[in-house]
């Protein structure tokens, strides 16, 4: 099949728009203040390339950088770690404010908690989250990896002390399942972004945890004196786009909103393809989805981020693998003074997939759909660093998944 970029631009109703409470400010505020009780905290940086910006002929770009977050190189901590104290709040019938982090780890507290085990899918950075946040709660893991999946991955979850396989011949949806099959019998505590009926509380609190980013990124907008125009957005099942989109839809509301754009591979692009049906109901990519965006190789949105995605999003696409490639090697060979960024490959999925966009004469159209010109100010989220490091390598030193479009530059003037 050709590699190919398609788009649907959303079709809504303005006056039937899903409700933002659960992801507004207020509860993005108290996510942030808990990811802030851990030692290990830091705000992780938004590193502005204004030659890029330059090149790509718009105003500006900016890039967080989710690699450094609490040394794990990748966000996906934020969503686990929220759910799991919240879990932990709701079971012992206290306020998670009452519980940041050093009062989790107290002995009183792990005396009236007793000893839970954690369980959950993964392609890596989702796993690894919660199987950290598992060691430091001094508590215990378990963490089912689709066939496929990294090695390295694998083995940093194991250096957690959880306990990790890759199940063979099980893409990630259907590790899912298995995960679920064994907490319902062993008593484990799931804790997953993927929802469903009857399983809908934690997927919610992950979106929550996901909002500390956006929060961030806001603040650190503002303290540049910049208002983004333009989001663009990666997503598997779609729980940290929903937790990013409902915390901007909510922070500019009506015409003062960001357009926000959704980037799936093409191969895992099942809100892509709920968008494009546009039926009321959810649909499902089926398969092995072999896409090198590992954390994004989903064929289930999630249930309960889906309303906020459908109301909000104002673009779905769809794209292939060799932009996630280009992504990486943009953003580790930075031009003059712009920083570098080390991104894998479900991180620069957006940047890959934007920068052809505005370069490639053929896809002047989805260009113009997206509204992108010379006033554009985009932000973008590296969601992980080198967490396959391997792949890496291969990708941008090797040039691997390297598309055969040609490009124009333009001369760097600023």
């Not at 901007?248 to 754009?261: A, L, Q, R, T, V």
């Not at 113009?368 to 792949?391: A, P, Q």
């Amino acid at each position: 099949m050709k590699e190919s970029f398609n788009i649907v631009l959303n079709e809504r109703n303005l006056e039937d728009l899903a409700d933002l409470s659960f992801i507004n400010e207020e509860e993005s505020s108290k996510a942030q203040k808990f990811h802030a009780s851990f030692p290990q905290y830091s705000v992780t940086p938004l590193k502005r390339l204004n030659n890029l910006a330059d090149l790509f002929g718009v105003e500006d770009i900016f890039v967080k950088d989710e690699s450094l977050r609490f040394g794990l190189n990748a966000f996906k901590v934020l969503g686990g770690s929220y759910a799991m104290a919240k879990y932990i709040a709701q079971k012992l019938d206290m306020d998670l404010e009452d519980l940041p982090y050093e009062k989790l780890i107290s002995p009183e507290i792990k005396e009236k908690l007793g000893k839970v085990t954690f369980i959950t899918a993964t392609d890596g950075n989702h796993g690894r989250g919660v199987a950290w946040t598992s060691q430091q709660l001094e508590q215990d893991c378990v963490v089912l990896m689709p066939d496929g999946s990294a090695l390295e991955r694998r083995d940093n979850i194991r250096k957690t002390g959880a306990k990790c396989d890759i199940m063979d011949g099980l893409n990630y949806d259907a590790c899912v399942r298995l995960a679920n099959k064994y907490a319902e019998e062993k008593g484990y505590i799931m804790v997953q972004d993927t929802a469903w009926e009857g399983y809908e509380e934690i997927p919610t609190w992950i979106i929550q945890g996901y909002s500390t980013l956006a929060k961030e990124a806001s603040d650190q907008l503002k303290e540049a004196g910049k208002k983004p125009t333009h989001i663009f957005l990666q997503a598997g099942v779609g729980s940290f786009a929903t937790g990013v989109t409902g915390f901007f839809s909510d922070e500019y509301k009506g015409s003062e909103k960001p357009f926000i754009g959704l980037i799936e591979p093409e191969k895992a692009n099942c809100n892509y393809l709920t968008a494009k049906i546009n039926d009321g109901k959810i649909h499902n990519v089926e398969g092995e989805m072999n896409t090198i965006m590992a954390g994004l190789a989903c064929g289930e949105p999630v249930t309960v981020g889906y309303p906020i995605l459908k109301s909000y999003v104002d673009a779905f696409l769809s794209v292939p693998d060799s932009s996630a490639a280009r992504g990486m090697r943009i953003l580790g060979n930075p031009i003059g003074e712009d920083e570098r960024v080390i991104s894998g490959e479900s991180g620069a999925a957006t940047v890959g997939a934007v920068s052809e966009i505005l370069q490639r004469e053929d896809l002047k159209d989805i260009k113009e759909k997206l509204k992108l010109d010379e006033n554009s100010v985009i932000l973008f989220i590296s969601t992980e660093g080198d967490t396959d490091f391997e792949h890496y390598r291969k990708v941008v030193w090797d040039g691997y998944y390297t598309n055969d479009e040609k490009f124009e530059y333009k001369k760097i003037i600023r």
